[in-house]
């Protein structure tokens, strides 16, 4: 029995539970080919910039089709859109792994999977945002929102070292073809759903609907200018992309531990996200999400300038502490200031910029690691979060205030 002080509050909606562990089961599946696609082009490669190309794969569609992905978000049912999507994204995982167990994988193969795969997310992720709120009642969205974060960083936490331990024995198409069968894991959750998740109030398929979505985020201060912070900092703070050269060439710890490596800041994230469902009030959200993005900052600095495993990790652990603190508040005010009508196309543009951010980032990073070395970019990096955030707070005085009321449950 789940006390009405518990962290668990959420999970006594069965659609809600069920939900949670199918993305739980994709997202570890998803991590685990983040992992696998990163050290499969710097193998065949060696080439810092290869892995800035990879960033460039997955920003191009959501430059090109994470509006109109939002627009079909908020027009046709998101429950049927969230099947077809990843079936289609399940059917490019298997593609890799075909092309991977037969020594045909290429780069530019590599590239033009991932580009597919970027473009079905584009259609998925504004469905999957959009759901959330339908799936449990309003007093307890918050808690659903830090239990999503939670299950979240609990897959990029294990998936990475799964991965690490799956190349190391069996060899990168291993991941693939567990990520194939994890799509279905998803989808089965969401054929249970039994709430309707089409959307009430009609939307119209043309120009004026898109743009009506863009002129609420940029009409409601706290949407655009959390927006800007998400960007900016994930644009300089994409320390993830070069852990393949960290693994390789500077702690020398092989693709074991490489997994330890992306699994660092989801266990910040973990810890973030118990602390966060434990509370049910929090005030002074805009100085909260200031705070934890700068702390997200420094932590990357130290990355950067750290030659052992145990303190790497540690930063790492911390760096994911400071991110996920500030997405979990994000994510509950943008889904509770954002009619239902207009939260498909309220992703879409957010997209743009939280998803956009650190894949220009990557491509950023890896072009400059190519330049001054991989350390040397990270905590350059580090530095640009640290300085852009106290700019955007210094220039902001209705995010350093920022008090949602919505926040209270």
Known sequence: MVSKLSPFLALRVTQYRNYLVGAFVSEIGNQMQTVAVAWQVYELTRNPASLGLIGLANFIPILFFSLIGGLVADKVDRKKLLIVSQALMAVITLLLFIFTYSNLITPWIIYLLLFLHSTASSFSLPARQAVLPNLVPKNLFMNAVSLST??????????????????????????????????????????????????????????????EGIRFVFKTPILYLTMLLDFFATFFGTATLLMPIFAKDILEVGPTGLGLLYAAPAVGGVIAGLCMSFIHQIKGQGKVIIISVIIYGLAIIGFGLSKALPLSLAFLVLMGFGD???????????????????????????????????QLGEIEAGFLAKAIGGPASVVLGGVGVVLITSLIAWRSKHLREYQGKDLTI
């Open 150 to 211: 939670l299950q979240f960083q609990g897959a990029t936490m294990i998936g990475p070292a799964i991965a690490g331990l799956l190349i190391a024995s069996f060899g990168v198409s291993s991941v693939y073809l567990f990520n194939t069968f994890s799509f279905f894991a998803f989808i089965v959750s969401v054929l249970t759903i039994k709430v309707s998740l089409s959307v009430k109030e009609k939307v119209d398929f043309h120009l004026d609907s898109i743009m």
């Open 324 to 358: 996920m603190v500030s997405a979990i508040i994000r994510n509950t005010i943008r889904q509770m200031v954002t009619p239902d009508h207009l939260r498909g196309r309220m992703v879409s543009v957010m997209r743009i910029f939280f998803q956009g951010g650190p």
